[in-house]
């Protein structure tokens, strides 16, 4: 992933194939259906501590790697 848009994507691709809504994962959360739509657009502002629970709920792992450009 090398923007936000391309992580938004993902959780929004990964919450779909966990069959729930925004608003059901984000009860589940904790946050308002609100900030799930902004990050799954690519909203900059919406990365911060609550992006790792987001991934945690859906069962996702972030994994670091460098790119070799």
Known sequence: MRTTQDLGLMVHGV????????????????????????????KPKV???????VLDQLGV???YREVQE
Do not use: C
Request: aromatic share 2%; charged share 25%; glycine share 6%.
């Open 15 to 42: 919450r779909t194939r966990h069959q729930l809504t925004q608003a059901e994962l984000a009860t589940r959360l904790g946050v308002s259906q609100r900030y799930l739509s902004e990050l799954e657009t690519g």
């Open 47 to 53: 990365l911060n501590a609550k992006l790792l629970s």
């Open 61 to 63: 792992e972030l994994i």
